[in-house]
């Protein structure tokens, strides 16, 4: 069930050369090395056209490899949807349906595999910080745990057993649905196009900027903005505390570098649960139950540098 | 990742003799067998003091060997809350906080350990099921499924990867949080007395005749009461579906009797998922994602039995 049982060694370094691939909306970020206290070299590319990034993160894993050795892994942990559903068909690696322009049907496993000898293994950028995590980070030493980001859009990472969870494509986290009062419904119908007042409709980013008029970082501490944010976030960790049994429930992304929405959370959380979950590591340890990631914004990039590792044995 | 990498060879028979325990807030199931298909005896005891069903219990598995041959497992599924941190800890399957009286604390290996030479398992009455299901039943073949029991109280068995979930302590499914109308909110504060209007407090039989003043099975199939449930349980399927990407969701217990509930919770789940999971599972094959578990009442204890040979290997 645990780690210690594969053959996989967690240390934070390894001895195997591996590439890692953290793809966001925004930027793809490559590195190789061979874990989290030896990274060779990183670069960011703009996440333009899928070819034009394909092509950046190919010659940097080749100049890495004219200067380290042989990769005997790449790992590519990346935004969705994308098929994960039967490792080995056609489209196992690709970008499903996406607004991004150009990525729908984008498919990350090709240029790797075409470039290089090594395996190329793939995952979302969320299971993908939630296995890195439970290996190095914040969670290290446990085997199920929810990893979430709060950013530009809401996403949700499962790991089980040890395992990301994949089931029949990903989980989709940011599209649970949770109760809302009156007031606040009349206040802010939520901003998702699929689910208006969802969860990522409500507290991702830009629908915090579509709600309070200013972006989320600028929103000072005691506006009453992160009263709605923790109260809508507290929700989530009741729902995913009831629906999985996490170990563990790690918020990253760029919203949740508002620290204070850490204590807000924990204690609405509690307090909505009620008692019912009896177990000390909640009712006595909330503060280690709700937490940032140990990687903060690097916890996809080690997550990636995890599964290569994982996947190789 | 499946079933089928398992040693555990799934047939409806087989060559291993184990004993199931099904244990429910009413009654307590017992059943030898070697499979589905050969189910040698079974008793049923009303689920009074566990001292008395222990008894019972262990006196018809003494009786089973003396008529088939040693048993080679023992394999209980039981009403929660239980104790499934620690396999090995000395409070491993001991029933933790209930109203139920005498059960606090009882411990269900203990008596069959000391009775007979063979293994005990145990895991939840509804990750059973979600076993049971996934090796001979509705679910046969997947490996990523939930399974869900509408009755005197809402419980929930995750199966992810082929293995029954149980993270920090084990699913609470029935006490998820979910919308509801002003309307709604009025009309029914719902009946859970830890939380008010979660699933459990709005869907399960007492809370539904406690709303509607008769028990359900006596609504018929046009009372209100049935657009009502529905919704509430196409909900559930929502955050189920976004939280954990099952690829299948089973609704058993006395509630689900009424088939007419399926097509109406299968056409709201749809409406409110709005083509966001989009995959044909769901899209295209909403009949098959949401159904009746294929041993009905009996998918506790066909998991029990689907326990026991797994766990064997």
Same mark, same amino acid.
């Given at each position: 069930?645990?780690?210690?049982?594969?053959?996989?060694?967690?240390?934070?370094?390894?001895?195997?050369?591996?590439?890692?691939?953290?793809?966001?909306?925004?930027?793809?970020?490559?590195?190789?090395?061979?874990?989290?206290?030896?990274?060779?070299?990183?670069?960011?590319?703009?996440?333009?056209?899928?070819?034009?990034?394909?092509?950046?993160?190919?010659?940097?894993?080749?100049?890495?490899?004219?200067?380290?050795?042989?990769?005997?892994?790449?790992?590519?942990?990346?935004?969705?949807?994308?098929?994960?559903?039967?490792?080995?068909?056609?489209?196992?690696?690709?970008?499903?349906?996406?607004?991004?322009?150009?990525?729908?049907?984008?498919?990350?496993?090709?240029?790797?595999?075409?470039?290089?000898?090594?395996?190329?293994?793939?995952?979302?950028?969320?299971?993908?910080?939630?296995?890195?995590?439970?290996?190095?980070?914040?969670?290290?030493?446990?085997?199920?745990?929810?990893?979430?980001?709060?950013?530009?859009?809401?996403?949700?990472?499962?790991?089980?057993?040890?395992?990301?969870?994949?089931?029949?494509?990903?989980?989709?986290?940011?599209?649970?649905?949770?109760?809302?009062?009156?007031?606040?419904?009349?206040?802010?119908?939520?901003?998702?196009?699929?689910?208006?007042?969802?969860?990522?409709?409500?507290?991702?980013?830009?629908?915090?900027?579509?709600?309070?008029? /200013?972006?989320? %970082?600028?929103?000072?501490?005691?506006? !009453?903005?992160?009263?709605? +944010?923790?109260?809508? =976030?507290?929700? &989530?960790?009741?729902?995913?505390?009831?629906?999985?049994?996490?170990?563990?429930?790690?918020?990253?992304?760029?919203?949740?570098?508002?620290?204070?929405?850490?204590?807000?959370?924990?204690?609405?959380?509690?307090?909505?649960?009620?008692?019912?979950?009896?177990?000390?590591? /909640?009712?006595? %340890?909330?503060?280690?139950?709700?937490? !940032?990631?140990?990687?903060? +914004?690097?916890?996809? =990039?080690?997550? &990636?540098?995890?599964?290569?590792?994982?996947?190789?044995?």
């Amino acid at each position: 069930m645990s780690e210690s049982s594969e053959p996989f060694e967690p240390g934070r370094t390894g001895s195997r050369l591996v590439g890692a691939i953290e793809a966001g909306g925004t930027k793809v970020v490559c590195a190789a090395g061979t874990g989290p206290d030896d990274v060779r070299d990183r670069i960011r590319i703009p996440t333009t056209a899928p070819e034009e990034v394909f092509k950046q993160a190919v010659e940097f894993f080749a100049e890495q490899e004219k200067e380290h050795g042989k990769l005997e892994a790449i790992a590519i942990v990346t935004f969705g949807p994308v098929d994960l559903r039967r490792p080995g068909s056609e489209s196992y690696g690709a970008i499903m349906k996406t607004p991004k322009p150009g990525w729908a049907g984008a498919h990350w496993l090709t240029p790797f595999r075409q470039a290089f000898e090594c395996p190329v293994y793939i995952d979302t950028d969320v299971n993908g910080a939630a296995l890195g995590e439970s290996v190095w980070g914040a969670a290290q030493g446990l085997d199920t745990v929810v990893y979430l980001t709060i950013g530009t859009g809401i996403g949700g990472g499962l790991l089980v057993s040890g395992e990301p969870v994949h089931g029949l494509l990903h989980p989709e986290v940011g599209h649970m649905r949770i109760p809302r009062t009156e007031e606040e419904k009349k206040a802010f119908p939520g901003a998702c196009p699929f689910h208006g007042d969802c969860l990522e409709g409500l507290a991702s980013g830009p629908s915090m900027q579509k709600r309070w008029g /200013v972006p989320a %970082g600028e929103l000072p501490a005691d506006h !009453p903005a992160w009263e709605v +944010q923790s109260d809508v =976030l507290a929700w &989530a960790c009741v729902n995913l505390t009831c629906i999985l049994s996490p170990q563990r429930i790690l918020f990253g992304g760029g919203v949740m570098q508002q620290e204070h929405l850490f204590p807000m959370i924990r204690e609405k959380t509690l307090e909505r649960l009620n008692g019912y979950v009896d177990v000390p590591e /909640v009712t006595q %340890g909330i503060d280690q139950f709700i937490v !940032p990631p140990g990687f903060g +914004q690097d916890a996809g =990039l080690m997550g &990636a540098i995890a599964l290569a590792r994982k996947r190789l044995g």
